[in-house]
């Protein structure tokens, strides 16, 4: 069998890509037709995602643990699994707080392939491995390989090195029973079936993917400490909007009014946390920065401390 006819037949064991057997007339649909479609085979993905819980959370206990033992969580992937895998990685930081290197997004053929369609790039497993290099990988990260198939050649000698340098692997799939998900110390593999439009896998396996991306960064960042409730007290107030955010934020933590917190925030130069921390105890900026740090910057841990 020739290269060409093997991978023939590889593609045709996957989930992703069958001919989905609803959407096979999608050509003769009016718009709303269409788009009816679409969204009906939509609703699937989030149950699909649902089954795949228990491993999202296996791996969000890895990547926590990667975290307080100084590690990183790195994303690869190429095409729009690389896309997404770097779109939540540059997420956080803004959003958490984060130094810029602690999540990081690789995408095949480089930066360049997040506009403009790289799709050699993936075919190179070497070249996995030689950008997980260029970041100097560690034990004490987690690497999550990224693609719907989980036989992307990139994505697969990206796995081979981070596993020899002893780093965890996480495999994010839409197919079960593919390489990268049996490869993977922890696998996440939804099943969403065949395509609207078959082999498209940027609808409803690019779905599930963020879907999932969402849940580790999110859930592992709240594990860490960096909200308070549900309040994003480690935001950057980097603008005029999210300044106005911080103050509400604030205001709906202490129950103080708007005035009192954009008072508190200019005392903690726009820390967030610090304000909350200032109000809710009474003490001065200098003395909850210092009990925050001594609470490893645990908002609840701090405000519980000060009460001692």
Partial sequence: MGVAEDLQTQLQRLVSEGRNPRTADIDLMSSLDIVTTMNAEDRGVAAAVGETLPHIAQAVDAIVGAFNRGGRLVYIGAGTSGRLGVLDASE???????????????????????????????????????????????????????????????????????????????????????PIASMADISIAP???PEVISGS????????????????????????????????????????????????????????????????????????????????TGQDAATAKQHLAQAGGVLRRAIAGAAL
Avoid at 161 to 166: E, L, S, T
């Fill in 92 to 178: 956080c930081p803004p959003t958490f707080g984060v130094p810029p290197g602690l999540v990081v997004g690789i995408i095949a053929g480089g930066l360049d392939a997040l506009v403009n369609a790289s799709e050699g790039a993936e075919d190179r497993a070497e070249a996995g491995a030689a950008d997980l290099r260029s970041i100097a990988l560690e034990a004490r990260d987690v690497v999550v390989g990224i693609a719907v198939s989980g036989r992307t050649p990139y994505v697969i000698g990206a796995l081979h090195y981070a596993k020899a340098q002893g780093a965890t692997t996480i495999g994010l799939t839409c197919n079960p029973d593919s």
């Fill in 191 to 193: 099943v969403v079936g």
């Fill in 201 to 280: 896998t940027r609808l409803k396996s690019g779905t599930a993917q963020k879907l999932v991306l969402n849940m580790l960064s999110t859930a592992s960042m709240v594990r860490i400490g960096k909200t308070y409730g549900n309040l994003m007290v480690d935001m950057i107030a980097s603008n005029a909007k999210l300044v106005a955010r911080a103050v509400r934020m604030v205001s709906e933590a202490t129950g103080c009014s708007v005035a009192d917190a954009e008072q508190t925030l200019a005392r903690a130069a726009n820390d967030s946390k610090l304000a909350i921390l200032m109000i809710l």
